[in-house]
């Protein structure tokens, strides 16, 4: 570690601005989407301090079956991933009327009872999940959070060491959404990588077409529930045809469902 911070202080920003600059200059607009300066440890440091103000807001779920349900149903699905160096953790936000889930840079992932209420099964939950680990696996919210802080700042934050920078990174991201501005090509990639997680855990994939189909229904008649979830991952016929042909592709039929179970848990919220 002290070596680490040594290397930092000893990287001008300056400097490195100018090579991300002649980076993007050569390899052009989607790596400015891509690139990420965050280490895992200050990217599990944001992801702490955004935690710790949601849970000061939000009401966790305090039923233990029904936490360790989901808990269960996400590290199973995290378990693929491919990114191995963070801890994926599943809470439950106890809100009926929200439908909604999000990831938390550095490993937590939320969802709200008004989402678990309005799926069928637990391959709709095990897609839910997969889609959030897979912003995670990919640094979605990282990359998102870069951009809107802007590159300049984030460099002399995480490379020049200047607490000023950092601080403001850091509030910038504490109380916003800045985190889950995610593109259309982040949210295909999700789905992407949300189908291979949940069919290598055993799950039916045409729970992600099932759950993207329950999306657009509920755009159309409960938007208000919706908001939030509408304004970050916004649904379209595109990315299920994308999906149903992804797993066409793979070949792959059957795996849980796990209707039964999902129904039994349901109970308990409602």
């Not at 490195?16 to 790596?31: D, P």
């Not at 199973?76 to 938390?104: G, H, L």
């Not at 009872?113 to 912003?135: D, I, K, M, P, Y």
């Not at 916004?234 to 849980?256: A, D, H, M």
């Amino acid at each position: 570690m002290k070596g680490n911070n040594t290397m930092r202080r000893n990287i001008s920003p300056s400097i490195a601005i100018l090579a991300l600059a002649v980076m993007l200059s050569t390899t052009g607009c989607a790596s400015l989407r891509s690139f990420s300066v965050f280490s895992t440890e200050q990217e599990i440091e944001i992801g702490q301090k955004v935690s710790a103000d949601i849970e000061s807001q939000m009401p966790l779920l305090n039923d233990p079956e029904v936490v360790s349900y989901v808990r269960r149903v996400g590290g199973s699905v995290a378990s693929e991933s491919e990114r191995r160096d963070i801890t994926y953790e599943f809470k439950v936000i106890n809100d009926k009327q929200t439908v909604n889930a999000f990831a938390v840079p550095g490993g937590n992932i939320y969802i709200y009872t008004g989402l678990l209420t309005r799926l069928s099964n637990e391959a709709e939950l095990a897609a839910v999940l997969a889609h959030e680990t897979a912003h995670i696996a990919k640094r979605h919210s990282m990359n998102a959070l870069t951009q809107q802080v802007g590159y300049g700042i984030v460099l002399k934050a995480v490379l020049g060491n200047e607490a000023a920078a950092w601080q403001e990174v850091i509030a910038n991201v504490v109380g916003s959404l800045a985190f889950l501005s995610f593109s259309r090509t982040d949210e295909k990639e999700a789905d992407e990588l949300g189908v291979i997680y949940m069919t290598k855990a055993g799950y039916d994939p045409q729970g992600m077409v099932h759950l993207l189909e329950v999306f657009l229904s509920l755009a159309e008649r409960e938007p208000s529930a919706m908001e939030i979830w509408l304004s970050t991952h916004p649904p379209s016929s595109e990315r299920i045809e994308l999906v149903k042909n992804q797993i066409s592709e793979i070949g792959t039929t059957g795996g849980k469902v796990g209707a039964d179970d999902y129904r039994a848990m349901l109970r308990r919220i409602k």
